[in-house]
């Protein structure tokens, strides 16, 4: 008799983490700050990703800056949607997200350590840097 192990049932290890998608239409390796990051991401363009792997993927991030081309698209609303925007004065990045159906918006750089544990949370990924993730960088000082 044969034993096989049905894909649902593969031990946690064995399982692939299906990866974060990343929308962002600029050529930047890590427009958002999150390197390095153990977590699997998958950088797409707005125009080249599926709607498929837009609603499959566990947590979705946008750089605003793509905003206008993500919109185009026509998307569904779906949980999970983060809006990461560049510059921190710009007031009209909340609204927009909220248009779009966003939980969330970070500032790029900023807020790392609660995106770093929203992506692992969404991922399952175990892998991290429990420390820097939960003490974060010392404060800045005010002169």
């Not at 050529?27 to 498929?52: A, E």
């Not at 800056?65 to 026509?74: A, D, I, K, P, Q």
């Not at 248009?99 to 929203?118: K, M, P, S």
């Amino acid at each position: 008799m044969s034993r096989t192990m049905s894909a649902s049932a593969q031990p946690f290890e064995d399982t692939p983490h299906q990866p974060v998608l990343v929308i962002t239409d600029r050529p930047d390796d890590d427009p958002i700050g999150l390197l390095p990051c153990p977590v699997p991401l998958k950088h797409m363009p707005s125009p080249l990703f599926t709607s498929q792997e837009y609603q499959s993927a566990p947590l979705v991030l946008l750089d605003d800056s793509s905003y206008t081309s993500f919109t185009l698209r026509h998307l569904p609303h779906r949980p999970g949607l983060i809006v990461v925007a560049a510059d921190p004065d710009d007031g009209t990045a909340y609204p927009r997200a909220a248009a779009i159906g966003a939980e969330a918006v970070l500032r790029a750089g900023q807020d790392l350590a609660w995106l770093h544990l929203r992506l692992h949370a969404a991922t399952d990924c175990r892998y991290a840097h429990w420390e820097a993730l939960l003490t974060g960088p010392p404060p800045a000082e005010d002169i």
